[in-house]
């Protein structure tokens, strides 16, 4: 079992539209939880993250962590076609030297 | 904010050959580099952590002899594919981290851009 899974899409909503994204984890050492975005052929650009259980929000995006369900989710409202990219879910140990797992990401298409 | 950025942004080469990639940390000092290997509709694995001034540390599975990565200054890590086959055919991305600053994982480790490597 890999210790982040993610579904990869791909998901496709219209414009406008509220897109929920989510991956789960199996280590309960993960501590720092983040979310990236991946344009093609680019590296990931960081968008959120958040340490421990709870709720974080930077405009449109929201980030939810449930450590006890190992759970969390990306929520991003009024979606625009530039939100459509990859989202990549990483988490990392305390003391693991920075070091990310990362899920496969999923593929987001927003639709004018 | 910082930027890392990697050179080439794809290469192709020949089996057989060597290829160097290298990562650059331009506007800060980066005393850990990560590589990672993505393959197409894959996950970003973490391949190696680069320290600068001492031996990279491999994730298990991965041939150190066969990616050499060097840390010889805060701002620069190479990573060379040595006698480079068709499976090492991926995207290679580095982070950097930069230090002194809050403290938490996410907001100090910065990506580069990536390299596409071909091998024919």
């Known amino acids: 079992q890999k210790e982040v899974e993610q579904d990869p899409g791909p998901l496709s909503v219209p414009e406008g539209a509220i897109v929920s994204l989510n991956c789960t984890y199996s280590?309960?050492?993960?501590?720092?939880f983040m979310w990236y975005r991946q344009y093609s052929r680019k590296g990931p650009e960081l968008l959120m993250y958040?340490?421990?259980?709870g709720n974080k929000e930077d405009g449109r995006f929201t980030a939810q962590v449930d450590k006890s369900s190992k759970y969390i989710s990306l929520f991003i409202r009024d979606s625009q076609p530039s939100d459509s990219a990859t989202y990549l879910c990483?988490?990392?140990?305390?003391?693991?030297?920075?070091?990310?797992?990362f899920g496969k990401g999923t593929s987001l298409l927003v639709t004018p | 904010g910082a930027v890392v950025s990697q050179h080439p942004s794809r290469v192709i080469c020949k089996s057989g050959t060597s290829v160097k990639i290298e990562c650059r940390s331009l506007d800060f000092q980066a005393t850990t580099m990560f590589w990672y290997r993505q393959f197409p509709k894959q996950s970003l694995m973490l391949m190696a952590t680069?320290?600068?001034?001492?031996?990279?540390?491999?994730e298990q599975g991965v041939e150190k002899d066969k990616f050499l990565i060097n840390h010889a200054s805060l701002t620069l890590s190479t990573l060379t594919v040595t006698s480079a086959h068709p499976e090492d055919s991926s995207f290679y991305i580095c982070s950097a981290i930069s230090p002194g600053t809050s403290g938490t994982s996410a907001d100090t480790q910065y990506f580069g851009p990536g390299t596409r490597l071909t091998v024919l």
């Open positions: 990483a988490m990392s140990r305390i003391n693991s030297g920075y070091a990310l797992n």
């Open positions: 280590n309960s050492a993960f501590q720092y």
């Open positions: 958040t340490y421990s259980s």
């Open positions: 680069s320290n600068e001034g001492s031996k990279a540390t491999y």
